[in-house]
């Protein structure tokens, strides 16, 4: 049943949140440097005693650690009961969840038009590249998606960057808007919005485009080979109708991918947005690292790991909603 296999999926998840969160605790502490440290001794060095050094940073950064690393993990996961991430180094006096779902609103939008018009776009030639493919058009399509698929991300990114910024320059290199529009429901802004989004959308499109081809045209391939498909072929059934049940068996392994490379470009926005400046969760992540901010680099992994996990879920649900073969084997099982 949906709902069994749900309840199962949730347990593992917060099983490997646990896991994640806990590794990622002791691991993002054992880095050298620390800011607060850095401010208590240099305000130390001016001439302030300990006490009002210790009073200066806690009310800077709107906190102070107090024990050992293990009283502090404990602080840390009984906060995340909570719902409580913390306060962040970076920005003093602001919660770390304020921080991360100011980032996430300018990563979520770009890698979910980028990767879905991957798919629709990789799809449709990917049939087109396994029914052509004894043809110069499939080879064509074909070279295309395998020459794609091998580019990294950032080679992508710094070549989009590099002819539409400085040798076309015709769309901007950072940000996410003009600040000579005012922000709000207006022409000026929201075609401010969109120019500057373009480049990592393309990124994210490019990027996953060559897999999306090359996957639906092996998914083709080997139904087009499927008993049912020369069955439909004897009975005298018109090739369109043909096709459209090709299509259809084909395209379900992919949902799966697709929930889960929605789930894995939260990571991989980590170099798109430094490379474009654009101020989501990959360049919130670096500059965390940067400013050792211990609390948002770990909401940071926790939100990366939570959208992973809840990918993995949704694809498998999902699948299990629109291919009736599984239904059908869980009702026998």
């Known amino acids: ?58 009310v800077l950064y709107g906190f102070a650690p107090t024990g050992g690393m293990w009283q502090q993990y404990v602080d840390y996961m009984s906060g995340l009961l909570r719902l409580d991430l913390g306060q962040s180094l970076t920005v003093p006096g602001v919660g770390v969840s ?54 990294p991300q950032y080679v992508l990114a710094l070549l989009l960057g590099a002819v539409f910024t400085t040798l076309i320059p015709i769309l901007p290199a950072g940000g996410t808007a003009d600040i000579m529009f005012e922000p709000g429901f207006n022409a000026g802004y929201i075609g401010s919005l969109v120019s500057h989004a373009t480049l990592p959308v393309l990124t994210y499109a490019l990027a996953s ?18 008993d049912f498909i ?29 929930a889960l490379s929605l789930g894995l470009l939260f990571g991989g926005a980590i ?15 670096i500059n965390s690292i940067t400013e050792r901010d211990y609390a948002l680099m770990g909401g940071a992994f926790l939100l990366i790991t939570g959208a992973i996990i809840i990918a993995n879920i949704a694809a498998d649900l999902f699948y299990t909603v629109i291919d009736p073969r599984v239904r059908s084997g869980e009702g026998a099982a």
């Open 98 to 151: 304020t921080v991360l779902f100011s980032a996430a609103k300018w990563t979520i939008l770009p890698v979910l038009v980028g990767t879905l018009l991957s798919f629709l776009i990789g799809v449709i030639m990917g049939v087109y590249a396994a029914i052509r493919r004894s043809g110069k058009l499939g080879d064509i399509l074909a070279i295309s998606g395998s020459l794609l698929h091998g580019v």
């Open 271 to 285: 170099f798109i947005e430094r490379i474009f400046n654009y101020p989501g969760l990959g360049l919130m992540l």
């Open 1 to 58: 049943m949906i709902a069994r296999k749900l309840a199962g999926h949730l347990a593992r998840g917060l099983v490997m949140v646990l896991i994640v969160t806990t590794v990622s605790f002791f691991v993002i502490r054992s880095i050298p440097g620390d800011p607060m440290a850095a401010k208590y001794e240099k305000l130390v060095e001016q001439g302030m005693s300990p006490e009002a050094a210790q009073q200066s940073v806690e």
């Open 209 to 226: 485009y060559g897999g999306w081809i090359l996957a639906m045209k092996s998914s083709v391939v080997t139904v087009l080979g499927d």
């Open 230 to 258: 020369l069955a439909a072929e004897l009975r005298g059934l018109k090739r369109g109708f043909i096709f459209r049940y090709v299509a259809r068996n084909a395209i379900l392994p992919l949902f799966t991918i697709l």
